[in-house]
Nanobody, 124 residues
Framework: QVQVEESGGGLVQAGESLRLSCTVS????????MGWFRQAPGKEREIIAC????????SYSGPLKGRFTITSDNGKNTLYLQMNSLKREDTAMYYC?????????????????WGQGTQVTVSS
């Protein structure tokens, strides 16, 4: 079965940086969409950005543009989220998902494989 695992979260101070990683194992997909999502307490899940097998990216959060960057290493089946200049409001559980599809820009939640999430907490 496909396994998705996020890592790299932690407790940081405002202004610092983190790089989250997402590894996918169990299957090899040649056509896929991957994405980073986050959910803060009491709020709806938010799409951050997505990427396809060719490295084409789509960003969905305007305020994060310029601070958050999504990249992938296809050879290692790894997805990254570089987070710079972190703010207190970035505190959330960050999730990675993958769907083997060509239909959409981002993984569709009901069809995607999800990781367990990695917690990012930003203090000030």
């Amino acid at each position: 079965q496909v396994q998705v695992e996020e890592s790299g979260g932690g407790l940081v101070q405002a202004g610092e940086s983190l790089r989250l990683s997402c590894t996918v194992s169990g299957s090899t997909f040649f056509t896929y969409r991957m994405g980073w999502f986050r959910q803060a307490p009491g709020k709806e899940r938010e799409i951050i950005a997505c990427i396809n097998q060719n490295g084409a990216t789509t960003s969905y959060s305007g305020p994060l543009k310029g601070r958050f960057t999504i990249t992938s290493d296809n050879g290692k089946n790894t997805l990254y989220l570089q987070m710079n200049s972190l703010k207190r409001e970035d505190t959330a559980m960050y999730y990675c998902a993958i769907e083997p599809t060509w239909r959409t820009s981002c993984p569709r939640p009901e069809f995607a494989y999800w990781g367990q999430g990695t917690q990012v907490t930003v203090s000030s």
